[in-house]
């Protein structure tokens, strides 16, 4: 008996050395690579997982800035760490930021987890790189420019977002409304499509796509993302219907068969675009580039509704100021009458607004890409080969660049206002930067302002029930962010 406890007790303390053993191997030799590359400072945290669980944790809460404020205040503005399996520099730095942005093709490459880079596609926006990234963007950019937006979708952003808002009543799920509503809009956009049930059941396995993301990408281990591939198949197949029968009319039209060309209404939208285009793209390269662009226009978007609703809740000041210059707006219009362009250009404290809202909710924390050449930063150099996160999140709230960096304040923006804050273009950046600047960038602002428009001349609001934001795997509310609504006329025949 004596024996047999011995020989166990030999087992577990050969173990534990052999474990200690590899966590100082692995400590000597990140240091003997630190020095060798000149790497900024910071730590590898343990073995194969790294700093990963410290970092999913502090992002799965309303406050994650300790993570990063705890690194940058013990090793500089540029650290070394190791997350989601590969050893990466942390930039929170501005200028490191816009290098990094800036050094496309030169100094680094796109880079994104297999999860993303599986469930939105090979020939996605997102993935390409070099002439035809830059041809595609430009072209993506072309349909949300001020001409388009004031000639075309400003119409129908005004349409669908009224026609949404008038269902509402009594407990309202905010950010799944929010979802419905830049859904539609993607969808009328790229593809000239109205709302129907047909939309609906799209849009609800993008839901299960975009819970997908930040999966491991082994549908045998990860329930999460074998339902997320499942939901991606069926988008595909849905979008592909939809691309057939556009070609087929394309077809018609260039057989010049007039009696069928005329049952055809032309459209102008992103479909027409990539089906006229000289590329010559086979339908699954466009199914997969809408694929891309549909969650680019829906989930940010959303999320920025849904935040911007929930810091003016939490600033009675500043949602009375927007109130009072949207019910100035509203009085010279008739009853139904929707906004024109003039409207949208008289709304600057609107502005500050959608400024600040994407300041603080940070939808886009930052950016990883790869070194594809050793670059020199700050006195030390970022290896080739190894990962680097450009963070956004942490310049915006940074008490250097912005006074009270952590509080809401949408008055900052404004030119008069005396703690406004400097903000030169790599300072502030909800948008990214570069040549992979957000193509939307101009409508997303366009349908957060009429969004709020609606919303705050029709209802009054409060929350429903307590709600936290949290950062991982996306900027979310916990609960969807429940609010009671009621209509302002109820309010003042009360």
């Known amino acids: 008996m004596t024996t047999t ?40 945290g343990i073995p194969f997982v790294g700093e990963t669980l410290q970092l999913i944790s502090a992002y799965k809460t309303e406050n994650p800035e300790p993570f990063i404020d705890e690194r940058v205040g013990r090793y500089g503005p540029v650290f070394t760490t190791h997350v989601f ?68 979708l400003l119409f129908d952003i005004d349409r669908l977002v009224r026609r949404n808002l008038r269902s509402w009543s009594d407990r309202v799920l905010l950010m799944e409304e929010a979802k419905k509503i830049t859904f539609e809009l993607a969808m009328k956009q790229l593809m000239s ?18 819970e997908g ?33 556009r070609r087929k009319e394309v077809e018609v039209s260039s057989a010049g068969r007039e009696e069928e060309k005329d049952k055809k209404k032309k459209r102008n939208d992103m479909l027409a675009a990539l089906l006229a285009g000289d590329e010559g793209f ?12 549909l969650v680019a226009g829906y989930e940010t978007t959303s999320t920025s509704m849904t935040l911007a609703v929930k810091f003016l809740t939490d600033t009675p000041l500043a949602l009375a100021q927007l109130r009072e210059e949207h019910d100035q707006i509203r009085a010279k219009k008739k009853e139904g009458e929707a906004l024109e362009w003039s409207d949208y250009k008289s709304m600057p404290f609107t502005q500050c607004v959608v400024n600040e809202t994407l300041r603080v909710a940070n939808i886009i924390g930052g950016v990883f890409r790869r070194a594809i050449t050793d670059i020199p930063v700050k006195g030390y150099v970022i290896p ?84 936290k934001l949290v950062f991982f795997p996306t900027t979310r509310t916990q609960k969807q962010y429940p609010i009671n609504v009621r209509r302002r006329d109820q309010d003042q025949a009360a």
């Not at 087992?11 to 590359?37: G, K, M, P, V």
């Not at 499509?193 to 975009?210: A, C, Q």
């Not at 591939?229 to 988008?235: E, G, H, P």
């Open 5 to 44: 406890t011995h020989y166990h007790y030999s087992d577990e303390t050969l173990f534990i050395s052999l474990l200690c053993l590899s966590f100082l191997s692995f400590i000597l030799i990140h240091r003997r690579r630190a020095r060798r590359h000149g790497l900024p400072p910071g730590s590898q």
């Open 85 to 152: 399996g590969e050893p990466t520099v942390f930039s929170t730095d501005p200028d490191v930021n816009r290098l990094i942005l800036h050094g496309e093709g030169k100094l680094v490459d796109v880079s994104y987890p297999g999860s993303i880079s599986n469930l939105l596609g090979k020939h996605s926006l997102l993935l390409m790189k070099g002439s035809l990234h830059k041809r595609m963007h430009s072209l993506t950019m072309s349909f949300s420019n001020p001409s388009i937006l004031k000639d075309h």
């Open 193 to 210: 499509l109205d709302p129907s049930e047909w939309t609906e059941r799209v849009r609800k396995e993008y839901v299960l796509v975009i």
């Open 213 to 245: 993301f930040f999966t491991v990408p082994l549908p045998l281990f990860s329930t999460t993302y074998r339902r997320a591939i499942q939901a991606r198949t069926k988008v595909a197949e849905a979008l592909s219907l939809v691309v057939r029968e």
């Open 282 to 293: 086979s339908d699954e390269q466009i199914v997969d580039f809408l694929v891309a662009l």
């Open 384 to 467: 080739k080969g190894w990962k680097v996160f450009a963070s956004f999140r942490a310049v915006h709230m940074d008490q250097d660049h912005f006074k009270d960096a952590r509080t809401f304040n949408p008055w900052r923006w404004q030119v008069n206002y005396i703690i406004r804050a400097a903000s030169p273009g790599n300072v502030y950046t909800p948008f990214g930067g570069g040549g992979r600047l957000c193509p939307g960038y101009e409508l997303a602002r366009v349908e957060l302002s009429v969004f709020l428009h609606h919303l705050v001349t029709r209802f009054s609001w409060e929350p429903a029930e307590e709600d």
